[in-house]
T-cell receptor
């Protein structure tokens, strides 16, 4: 089946650091990739929708200058959390969409900002 | 009001019990619906799609009621391994909305 690789799986870093998370579709081309965030005991919240070769569409309340998304190819999207602070600590999950439903999820990245 | 609402639970049931989850959605234009299962600290995994005619996969039955805008998931003969959070999802044109999830714990 379709595989989405997300890296790194766990990040611990100091406040003020920028962190890049990669999301790759390994055996298919993803026209669209989604980035989600999940706080403890809460549901997934969509942060942004990323289409290859175009600017990401951010959900209301998500700062585009803080969460930089790049979707340079049909198999790779990156999310950079710039100048991360403790309140950015969360579980970030990407998913890839081929045009056939449903989406395929990465394993997630657990981000802890000290 | 959230676009997709679920009873957060927790549902604590004994092994072998039958348990049902409901989920309501507010966007009448939603086209497709899914149930995902999420284990603690893991990514969601697709459990099953939900069709208007209702569909069954082993011990799991999903149903959709478009008129009332809700979907349901029924788990029969629950197993310890069914313990997880179950997320319902409504999908419309590249827009996927998750419910908050219903936590199920199956006890021996």
């Amino acid at each position: 089946g379709a595989v989405v690789s997300q890296h790194p799986s766990w990040v611990i870093c100091k406040s003020g650091t920028s962190v890049k998370i990669e999301c790759r579709s390994l055996d298919f081309q993803a026209t669209t990739m989604f980035w989600y965030r999940q706080f403890p005991k809460q549901s997934l919240m969509l942060m942004a929708t990323s289409n290859e070769g175009s600017k990401a569409t951010y959900e209301q309340g998500v700062e585009k200058d803080k969460f930089l998304i790049n979707h340079a190819s049909l198999t790779l999207s990156t999310l950079t959390v710039t100048s991360a602070h403790p309140e950015d600590s969360s579980f970030y999950i990407c998913s890839a969409w081929t045009g056939n439903q449903p989406q395929h999820f990465g394993d997630g990245t657990r981000l802890s900002i000290l | 009001r959230k676009e997709v609402e679920q009873d957060p639970g927790p549902f604590n049931v004994p092994e072998g019990a039958t348990v049902a989850f409901n989920c309501t959605y507010s966007n009448s234009a939603s086209q497709s619906f899914f149930w995902y299962r999420q284990d603690c600290r893991k990514e969601p995994k697709l459990l099953m799609s939900v069709y208007s005619s209702g569909n069954e996969d082993g011990r799991f039955t999903a149903q959709l009621n478009r008129a009332s805008q809700y979907i349901s998931l029924l788990i029969r003969d629950s197993k310890l391994s069914d313990s997880a959070t179950y997320l319902c999802v409504a999908y419309n044109n590249n827009d996927m909305r998750f419910g908050a999830g219903t936590r199920l714990t199956v006890k021996p």
